[in-house]
Each structure stands twice: as structure tokens, then as C-alpha cells.
């Protein structure tokens, strides 16, 4: 079993907010992070694969298809968008990184092992950073 | 002459748009970037002052001095913010780099002699990071 | 179950020395480590803490929360401080950064479920970066 | 058990190719990176031991003696070399990072014992990045 | 006048050997850098573009367009190659970063002013990182 | 003239302190930077040589002669030594990063042009990053 990662970016707005609390609510829970016209970051996402490496590749996935995917499913619904308002997969939730890097497993989980030469290759982990000293780890459901 | 260079950080959501051009027009000139619910970054922001280390010191300027003074006058403007929406200093001017490097400039520029040990010390250059692969530089008018 | 993270950063001086040792001894087994006026290191503190996220927020942890707990508990007793005489948690232990790991994880750990939003949130991983090249981790006995 | 981490960097040329098939299959398949006259990264390699630190030193394993264990085993063969035609641990291996981890892998495993304080300390996981964006991890077989 | 960055990236082959030298003095002079077989790197390069930034759009280049030229007239022809056998622009020149550096200034500096908002916008420096340590800089003659 | 950059590093322990004031004056002006214990930082160093390519290499200088000169005069006095006891070119003065990067110029300008290819070549800047958010440059007097 081997270990195989690609890191992605994208850029985006977002602001946490729970629309069922008052405006003072959210400022006093979330602070700057509620500021109404929201913020945004540079955020940097890595999904790591395992797999078997195959015999006549070498390798447990096309890192180009991968990324491809990651592209398709994600990235282009995120990059230079406003989470809160424009993402799809993303309404009806704060948009904290503890719900992107779930809602991100959601959508990558199940297509995993069409694009992977290991067709038993699964999707391991959603790494998130949202700046350089926050980050968060999602390894599914266990 | 010894240059001295401070590192500071803040996220903030923006837009490139040019209010005079319709909606169309700026989406054709700056693509994504136009996005109408914005979307940001983590800005990495080096301030660079020179001027002659002082005896006493060792040290051209106190850098907790230079901090406070960027955070104070710059970072606590920016940090959380909508650029486009919520920066005095950047209303009636488009977001881009270029320009807030030029109005950091002109805010920290004449402040810099009175927090320095050395009292000829003035600043050098505003660099700030966009993202890892864009970023400008300015140093002042010349 | 999510893995939330925060960086922090400290700089100190210290020296491996074993004081039950000969000086000679301590040079031939930590070579210039042992160096008697001590040396010094940007370290980088990581914080990993596992929960589920809570309705409300998104979130397990307040990271803001989780930073000033860090900070109060281990980076003032840290930060700008010589790690053999200074830091109380370290007293009659060599300064390695695995006693560092093991000696913050026992600080930390009893006080992360009071400051999380998930009443069950856990310590989950203590990663310690002496330089780019040397790094530690500690997850607790098992 | 605390997991001590030690990064070493190697620069080398390679190719994926795989010799059982036509010169258009190998490009179809690895596109740009069957490139016939190579292509090169800046590789670097993590290597973490897994143990329980010394009472006497305060460490799992001298990282000096593994920094040059990992150079007299590893980067002395690998760095500026190229991997297909000159590393005889990867002749007969396409030279993917899977393949390069594992092989690394066997080399170090057997040897991690006895250079450690610890004579249980084991080797716990092979990490390599080929670029910032694409890197792979073994932990052996399970 | 304002300076705007871009940095790219590539993954080459090369060696450092010069033709008109016997192997011995190659390897004399080079040390492990001359391999006949090649080692590669991962390069930086950034590009550096000087000018004032446009009324109507706030910027003195399009750095979609500058990504662009830069990689339909560097990148393309650098990237997965090897640089010595494969790169038309560096043929009968050593491929020392130096050289690199004076190569890519020429095929980029004619072709900035038409690209940029700013008519008057010119080349500044190409700067190239063969690895973390090593770097170089060009400025054009002067 | 190209500019040839090569970064090292070093990990030292100082204190910033005049001998000429009290305890309270030093701490009043330095801060925590004062703590008569030390601290301590992994140093970044860069030297930057300029000059022009030699034919025959293709090199301004050769970088392995540009590291060793500076490990032998530069960082083997300062690794992992005591700044302010242990370091011959700084007695006397306070450790500041202005003083180190003018002193280190200092030692390293009458000897590039001895080791570069090109006999013309010359130091062009000292740069040292104390931390990643603070650093320091030199290019001599003028």
C-alpha cells in the first residue's frame, strides 16, 4: 500500500455565519471571521490516494487524471468564487474547513477508483490548509 | 546603509472591476477576477526600510515598532476585509496589487523616520505577495 | 471525525547535556549540540486536535481559542527563553525535542475537550520543528 | 514512541518507461514524462523512525548517524545521477516515486535498529517529493 | 513605476559539460554536475516586469497574458526536457544557470511592452532557482 | 552581469544587549529580545556575487568554492555557537542583524573575486533572515 498525494489551489471568499443567529451572535462567536462582506484566502488542498502501485506503470494513479478530477469536482467550483453564495455543494453549511474538507471527501470518495490503475486504490485523505497555520485532516468516516 | 525588511500577513476578499465599464467589459478584461461576489487571498505583505544601524542598538528600527505601526495603519484596514468595500484608503480605486502597494506606501512612507533609531531612516520598498506565484513591488516614486 | 491544526512559533536557546555526564562525554555523544553557551532555533509548534463539528459552527475547536491556550501554556514559558534553565516543564530533562513533544503533549492534552466546541475533541498529534530538515512527532502513549 | 523526522534532498534525471512497450503506448500512457532524453526533479526525501526516546540522551536515534546512513544508502546513489540508467536498486523498476519509496524502503528498514538509541526504534515511513505539488508515502507492507 | 512578478515553474535535465574539454577536465571542473548521464531539477523562474499601472484597469501587465508568453516561449520548451540534447535556444551553450538566465532575457525582453497595458512597460530581471540554495539573476546589460 | 545567489544556514544562540546600560535599560529597550539566558534563531543566509558568465563554464563562479569559502569563514564560527561569547568578528558589538550582515560583508568582500571565474566578479549583497518575518540586507557603503 502506497501513499500518493497532489496539492491543488484555489482562492475564495467566505465568511463564517450561521443564518440562524442574530448579527451580534455571530460576531461574538466567530469574531473577524463573520465580517458581513466577507474575506477570503488563498487555500491549499491536498487529496491523498492509497493504492497498490501497478506492475506496468509503476505508479497507483495518473497524477495528471487526478488532478484533472480534482479540478472537474472542486476546484473549479471554488476558485474565485464566494463559498457562502456560489458553491453548489456548499449551501446549507457554515463554510468552516472542517465542512469543506468533508463535503470535498463526499464528492472525490466515489470516483476514485475509476481513474486509479489500482482499481481497489481509495481515497485516503482531504488535507486543508486555509493559511499557513490553520489546517485541517479529514480520513472519512471511522 | 542596511535594509530592513518586515513580514506581516492578512486575508481579505476583493474584486477587480472597473465601476465605469459594464459587467460584460469586465469580465472580458479581467476574467475571474471579476467575479461579482468576490473572492481573496492570504496577502503576504514585506515592508523594507533603510537607514544607518545605530550605535546604541545595533539596529536601524525597533521591528516590533515597524509592526505595530504596519498593523495599526495597514494590516488592521485590510485583515477580514472586503478591499473593494470596506478600505478607506482604496475607495474610488480598482483592488489591484499595484495600487494598494502605492497606498501602503503613501501611508507608511512619512511615518517611518519617527519610529526608526536612525532619524534619516525612510522606506525603501513595499513588496506584497498575492499569491506564491504573483506579486509586486514599489519603491516610491522615481 | 476531523482533524483540526494550528501552527505556532517559538524561538529559544538550548544545548543537549546530559549533567550526570563528563563534558567530554557530553561532546562525544551530542557533538556541537553540547555547545556550553548553548545555540538556538526557530521552532515550529503544530497542534493537532480530532472532533466531530459541531452544528452550529462548523467547527471543533475555536482556533482562536486553541491559540491562546498554546500560547499561554507553552509558548511564553518558551518563546525568547533558554530551555535548559528557564523553562520550568523542562527541569531535570534534556532538552531533546522528543522530551519537548511528550513534556507539551501532558500540558495540553487535560485541557483541550474545556476550550473545543465538541466536549469529546481530543489532543490527537504534537509536532515539533527544530529546522526544515529535523522534525518530531508524538501522539500520545499507545 | 515518538516518530523522529529527518529531510535530505537529492537532484536526479529519470523517465517513466516502461521497456515491454512501443516508444507511442509509453508516450500515451506517461505523456511528457516518457520524454526519451529525461527530464529531472529536486527530490526530497523524509525519513521518520518510530521508538521510545533514551533515558540518557533524551533521543530515539543520533539524527547525524541517520543523516548519514540515509546519505551513504540512499542520496550518494541517487543524487545527481540519473534513475533509469545508473541506480542498481531501481534496475529492472520503472523509476515512479512508488516504486523509488518502496525500494528506499527495504534499504533502510534492516538497518534502523542499530544505529538508534532505542533497539526497538523501527523505521516508520518513507516520504518523497517529487515536486511542491506530487509526493508519495510507504509505511511497509500491512 | 510599479514591478510586477510572476514566478513559473519547470523540470529539466541538464549537465554541465563543456564540448571542447576532455571527460577528466569536465569532471574536474564540474565535480558530480558533469554526469554523462544527466541529473535534473525542479526550476523556479520569476519574471519581473517594470512599468506604470494602467488608469482603467489599476495594473501594468495582464498576468494571465504574461503567464501566457512566458510559457508558450520558455516553459514549453524547458519543461520535461533536456536541456543540453533538446532546448533550441541553449544549443552550443553550456546550460549553467548563468546562461539560462541571459537566454531567457532575450527571447522575453522584445516581447513585454506589446502584451502590457502600459506601452512603456519593460523586462526587469529574470531570476531562475535551480534548487532552494542556488539562485541567479539577470537585469539585462548594463 | 548576472547575480549569482547561494543560501546557508546556521543555528545560533544571542542576545540583544549593550554592556554600557543596566538590566532595566536593556530590557526596557529590547524586550524579551534581552533575556540574559539567550535565545535563539536559525539563521538564512544569502550572498550574492555579481560578474559576468566565463565562457569556458558558462559560470560567474563555482558555487561548491562560493559554499565552502563561506562555511569556512562564516557559518563555522557562528554554528551553533553563542553570538555574543563565542564569536571572534562580532566581540564588541551587539549581535543585531545589521551588525552581523555588515560584518560578515566585511569578511567575505576581499575574497570572491580570488575564487570566482570571472576575475572581476564582487559581493554584491549579505542577506539574513533571523526568523521568516524578519530580515536584514547589506550591499556595502555607498
Redo the contacts between chains.
Keep these: ?9 484555489f ?4 465568511r ?1 455565519f ?1 443564518p440562524s ?1 442574530s448579527k451580534e451572535k455571530n460576531e461574538e ?5 463573520a ?1 458581513e ?6 487555500f491549499e488542498l491536498i487529496v ?1 490516494v492509497k493504492g497498490t ?1 501497478d506492475e ?5 494513479i ?3 487524471k487526478l488532478s484533472k478530477l480534482i479540478h472537474s469536482e472542486v476546484i473549479e467550483k471554488l ?4 463559498i457562502n ?2 458553491v453548489d455543494f456548499m449551501q446549507g ?7 469543506l ?2 463535503a470535498i471527501w463526499e464528492i472525490l470518495a466515489p470516483k476514485i477508483a475509476d481513474i486509479a490503475y489500482d482499481p481497489h486504490a481509495r481515497l485516503h485523505c482531504i488535507r486543508l490548509f486555509e ?9 472519512g ?2
Design positions: 500500500m502506497v501513499f500518493v498525494c497532489r496539492k491543488e489551489h482562492n475564495a471568499a467566505h463564517l450561521n443567529w462567536v466567530f469574531g473577524i471571521c465580517n462582506h466577507y474575506h477570503g484566502h488563498n491523498i502501485p506496468d506503470t509503476g505508479c497507483v495518473d497524477l495528471k476558485d474565485h468564487k464566494n453564495l456560489e453549511k457554515i463554510p468552516s474547513c472542517e465542512n474538507v468533508v493559511t499557513q497555520n490553520n489546517f485541517v485532516e479529514y480520513y468516516e471511522w
